[in-house]
């Protein structure tokens, strides 16, 4: 083989070594910053991974906030009207954060199905509500027109 040849195979074939690795690389650390969406109604069902960064949103339940005397705990339920989530929130809840309003939160789900929040999301005015509430809403809407029809 010719040595400019040569040099020009190696210089490719190193080319795509690095890019492999780099995307390699990239891939593995968006891996772990990946919290998918799961409406109560999949979290009571045994469809939401336990152990890993997930998002439950839903409406809070009416009556269901509980403030710890001593701490910055919170305890709280979110639905979408068929199911509902316990949620156990450490830290300072949104401002707009109220029973019967939409709420996302943030964390990771426990071994008795309670969502060990890292953070909590309120929708900011009366007429936001985020997307995938929305959407888990009116799927648990559709369904329970679908079964009591």
Known sequence: ?????????????????VSTVAISLVAYALRGNINLFYPPVEVAQGKA??????????????????RSADS???????????ATVPVVY?????????????AVAAGKLDEQGVLQASE????????YMPPEVAEAL???KQRRMEAGQ
């Open 90 to 102: 450490t830290g300072i809840l949104p401002d707009l954060f109220d029973e019967g309003q939409g």
């Open 120 to 127: 909590v999301l309120a929708k900011h005015d009366e007429n």
């Open 138 to 140: 009116e799927a648990s």
């Open 49 to 66: 991974p336990v152990g890993q960064k997930i998002r439950v949103g839903g409406m809070v339940v009416e009556g269901s906030v509980q």
């Open 1 to 17: 083989m010719h040595p400019v040849r040569r040099q020009r195979l190696f210089l490719v074939l190193f080319i795509v070594l």
């Open 72 to 82: 910055l705990e919170v305890r709280f339920e979110v639905t979408d009207y068929e």
